[in-house]
């Protein structure tokens, strides 16, 4: 089956199959940058957010496809439900399959409740995890963060063995940051046979998966 994943900014995907259009952690960066174009939201059937940071879910944001796209189901954990629910917006904790990844340990502290998707049998989405143990053949995780390190990171993509990997949560990089970091991703693993697809801001990529 293929899938069209459309990156827009950070860990925030929208992921097009023939199961339906999926939008997964819409954070304050996707929100606040000025190309974004609301009319992308028209026709969501469900909205994914992993954990209850800003940069993976922006209340405007979610209100704003909710409006556009009012039969989406929003899915999340029970601390971004609540956090959902104080503004009005609906959301269930069940529906699409998860997998475990507990967000990796902050500077200051542990992190909290995070969960992983696997969305219509070909991606899986970590959120902010590098400890985890399942995928489908598309894996969208973080390479560049905060709380990890590259190294980090390609530990459990070399368990799991995912064929493509689509790198997130990357705002922060510049252009050439971007292209230096994913190219050691590449070193790492392409000689595995397992594929780093870097997606643009703003652009698509279509996988078999």
């Known amino acids: 089956m293929a899938i069209t994943i459309t990156k827009l900014v950070h860990s925030c995907l929208l992921v097009e199959s023939p199961a339906g ?11 606040n940058d000025d190309r974004l174009d609301l009319d992308l939201f028209e ?25 556009r796209s009012p039969e989406a ?5 029970p601390a971004v439900q609540a956090l959902l629910a104080a503004a009005g ?8 399959p998860r997998f475990t990844a507990p967000h990796e ?15 219509d049998g070909a991606l899986s989405h970590a959120g902010d995890s590098h400890t985890f143990s399942e995928t489908m053949p598309v894996l969208a995780v973080a390479l560049a963060a905060p709380w990890g390190a590259l190294t980090q990171a390609v530990a459990p993509i070399r368990r799991v063995r995912p064929s493509v990997v689509v ?43």
């Open 105 to 119: 340990d902050l500077a200051w502290g542990p992190g909290p409740p995070n969960t992983g998707y696997h969305v």
């Open 73 to 77: 189901v929003v899915e999340t954990i």
């Open 167 to 209: 790198p997130i949560h990357d705002w922060f990089l510049t252009e050439p940051g971007r292209d230096f970091w994913y190219g050691l991703a590449k070193r790492a693993l392409e000689p595995e046979e397992i594929a780093v697809s870097p997606i643009a801001d703003f652009t698509t990529a279509t996988f078999d998966a």
């Open 21 to 31: 259009r999926t939008l997964i952690d819409p954070g304050t960066f996707t929100w």
């Open 43 to 67: 026709g969501i059937d469900r909205v994914l957010v992993t954990h209850e940071h800003a940069d993976h879910v922006s209340v405007d944001l979610v209100k704003a496809v909710v409006e």
């Open 89 to 96: 917006v609906a959301a269930v904790v069940e529906g699409t």
